[in-house]
C-alpha cells in the first residue's frame, strides 16, 4: 500500500521512546509539506490527488483530497494473533461537498445544481404508527420574481452540502468498515443479528455530518430504518468542537498573525499568487477572509476540481474571458494550504497547547470510552464520530504526527483497543486529580499490561513525533492514556482552567 508520507523526503527521525510519559511538543519532520521553500518552488502537489475520489488500487493508501484512504480490507494489516479487538473508536471528517457560501467569490462563473439528491428534513414521532410523516426533503430553486439575487454561488444546491459522489463516498467507507472489522476481524456482529445495542454514531450540530452518516450506516448495515445519531448541544458540542475556549483559540490565532514570523513570510511570499487570484476571482484585496490564509481559496478551488468542474475564469461583462486559473495555480494554492495546516497544527510550538485545550474535552471522552472497554463495561463496541477537517487535525495535533497534512475528505482516525491473550492486565483507574505532569499520574507505567492501542491514519499506524508514543502500533494503553491525562486531565479536569487561563496552557 502506497504511503503519501514516502513521497515527502523525511529529513529526520524521532528518537527511541523514553519509559515515561513526555508531555512535550516535538516538531514534525521537515519535509517539502512544510518547508517554504520547497512550497514555493514546487510543481505539483507531492503526488497529492485532487480531481477524482477514484484512487488507482495500486497506488491506495496516496493523499486523495477527495476521497482519503482509510481501513479497508485488502489492505488492511490483521495483528499478531495473541491480540484480541475489544473497543474501536472512529473519527472522521465528513465526505466530499459543495463549498461553504463564504468562500464563494462575489460573482461564479456557473451555477452549481443539485438536482440528482434530496436532503430530507423531517420529524417523526416514536410510538403508535398511525401518524407518520412525509419523507420531506428541500428542492432548491430560484423564483423568477424575487428581486434579490444572492451573491457567489447560484444553483439548486446548498453551500455546503454533501454532493450525490460525497454520499457515495460516504456508502463505500461504511461498506469497508463493515468488511474489515465484521468480515475479516469477526469483531462486529452480523447485519442480521443485534448490532444496534453494540454500535453507537455521533455527528455535529452541522447537518452535513449527518448526512454521511445516512450512507455510511446503510453501507455498513443495511439500513434504511430509524438509527439514533448522537449529538451535543450547540455551543459545549466537543466534536466539532464549539465549547468557548479563549485559551485555545488565542493561540490559534497567535500562530495565524504576523506575529509568528514563519506565517507572516509566507504571506508575503505569496503576495503575487494573492494578486493572480484576485484578479481572475473578483475578490477584493481587502477582503481578509480570503487573505489571511489559503482556507477559501484552497475550498473554492478544490471543490470544483474534486467534481470534474472547470477552473474559474475572469467574468467581463459576465462572460467568461480567457483569463482563467489554470492547473499551476490551483497547486500553488494547494501547497500553501498544506503548509498552514502543518504550521497551524504541528509546527508552531504553540499547537499542541492550543489543540490539547481547544480539543481536550473530546479527548477525555475518548480516554473514558476506552477505560470503560478495559473494565469491561456495558456500553458500545464501536462508536464512529463524524466531523470535520479542523476535529480530526486536532486530534492529529495532540498526537503529534509527525507528518502533518491537511486531512482531506473523509479522513479517519481509528483507535484499536486490544487485549494481549496470556497476559493479565496492571492497569489500574488513574486518580480524578491527575496532574498535568505525567510524573504525577495515578496511571501504573508497566511491561506487562494486557492492553494496547493501535492508531490508525489514512489505514496505517500513525507515527508520532513525540518519543513516548513513537509509532502508535501497539502502543501500551496506559501510555496513551498517561500522555491523555497529562494534557487534559481525568474527565477533562484541566481543560475549564486551561481555556479560561486559571491553569498555565
Known sequence: MWSWTSLLMP???ITAAAQNVDLGWYPPSNTSVNNLTAVLAGQGVYGFIFNTSDTPKAQYGTYNWCNMPHVRKSEYVKPASEYQLKYVEVIQRHHKRTPYESNSFPVEPYHWD???????????????????????FWKGYISPINPYTPSGWIGTCQFPQITSAGLDDSWVHGRDLYEVYHDLLRFLPGRGQDWRTKIAYRVTNNVITSQVAGMLINGMWGATESVPLMIQGVGVDSLEPQYSCSAGSNLFNAIKSSSNAAWKDHLSAAANLFSTLDNISGVPPSDSGFHASFDHYFDNLSARQCHAKPLPCRLEDGVNSTECADQTTANAVYRMGQWEYSQMYRDAPTSLSASS??????????????????????????????AHDGSVSRVLSILQADVMVWPGMGSEVVFELYQRNGYATTFLEPSPTASVRASETQVKQTNTGGFFVRVLFGGKPLKSSNPSLGSLDMIPAETLLGYFDGL??????????KCNGTLHI
Not at 359 to 364: D, E, T
Not at 488 to 497: C, D, E, T, W, Y
Request: net charge negative; with cysteine; proline share 5%.
Open 11 to 13: 529529513l529526520g527521525m
Open 114 to 136: 443539485c438536482n440528482d439528491q434530496g436532503l430530507y428534513y423531517y420529524g417523526s414521532p416514536f410510538g403508535g404508527d398511525d401518524k407518520r410523516p412525509a419523507e420531506g
Open 357 to 386: 485545550a481547544a480539543y481536550g474535552v473530546w479527548i477525555a471522552e475518548l480516554s473514558q470510552n476506552l477505560r470503560n472497554a478495559i473494565a469491561g463495561n456495558e456500553g458500545p463496541i464501536y462508536l464512529h464520530n463524524i
Open 488 to 497: 487534559v486531565g481525568v474527565n477533562a479536569s484541566l481543560i475549564v482552567g
